[in-house]
T-cell receptor, first 110, second 115 residues
Framework: KNQVEQSPQSLIILEGKNCTLQCNYTVSPFSNLRWYKQDTGRGPVSLTIMTFSENTKSNGRYTATLDADTKQSSLHITASQLSDSASYICVVANDYKLSFGAGTTVTVRA | GAVVSQHPSWVICKSGTSVKIECRSLDFQATTMFWYRQFPKQSLMLMATSNEGSKATYEQGVEKDKFLINHASLTLSTLTVTSAHPEDSSFYIC???????????FGPGTRLTVL
């Protein structure tokens, strides 16, 4: 069964601090892995997309890593801002379907 | 670029009525559109996949007669929740793509509340 597991379920950080979110998957075959940011009551917005051969991809203060051998990915948020408060969803695509993680809810406090 | 809109953004209806939600790709032609449902604190669940001009493909457990999907053009797909009941209350999100599994662009979602 294709599964995507994210951890932690939620976290609270102080503004300006860094944090790392984890994603483990069992999806096979693998096409690409995506990280989305979803603000409350809004649709997901793409942060990064990585294929099998990519290990790291950045988008501003967001840096995603991928280890296709261990089927793990992480999303690192640098110098967090209040606007980073959102749910971060890991999505893994195979040849015909997307598998969604449950998301990590990040709360940034001043 | 790659903007997807949904209308309405929220809707409240009485039990037994039907509700139509529109999904539009504003600046690109979408060969495939997807409809998702999201319950509070849960991830998105795919309901159906629709290609322009053909019947939608529904996920297991999704009633095709209750959730009618029409993808009449390359920029518009509609989801009609027929005879809505309180358990249909949810956040409905569409996405659109030109290349099904390279990139999907999500709409802002529609909050449906059935009283």
């Amino acid at each position: 069964k294709n599964q995507v597991e994210q951890s932690p379920q939620s976290l609270i950080i102080l503004e300006g601090k860094n944090c790392t979110l984890q994603c483990n998957y069992t999806v096979s075959p693998f096409s690409n892995l995506r990280w989305y940011k979803q603000d409350t009551g809004r649709g997901p917005v793409s942060l990064t997309i990585m294929t099998f051969s990519e290990n790291t991809k950045s988008n501003g203060r967001y840096t995603a890593t991928l280890d296709a051998d261990t089927k793990q990915s992480s999303l690192h948020i640098t110098a967090s801002q209040l606007s980073d408060s959102a749910s971060y969803i890991c999505v893994v695509a195979n040849d015909y379907k997307l598998s969604f993680g449950a998301g990590t809810t990040v709360t940034v406090r001043a | 670029g790659a903007v997807v809109s949904q209308h309405p953004s929220w809707v409240i209806c009485k039990s037994g009525t039907s509700v139509k939600i529109e999904c539009r790709s504003l600046d690109f032609q979408a060969t495939t559109m997807f409809w998702y449902r999201q319950f509070p604190k849960q991830s998105l669940m795919l309901m159906a996949t629709s290609n322009e001009g053909s019947k939608a493909t529904y996920e297991q457990g999704v009633e095709k007669d209750k959730f009618l999907i029409n993808h009449a053009s390359l920029t518009l797909s509609t989801l009609t929740v027929t005879s809505a009941h309180p358990e249909d209350s949810s956040f409905y999100i569409c996405s659109a793509t030109t290349d099904s599994y390279n990139e999907q662009f999500f709409g802002p979602g529609t909050r449906l509340t059935v009283l």
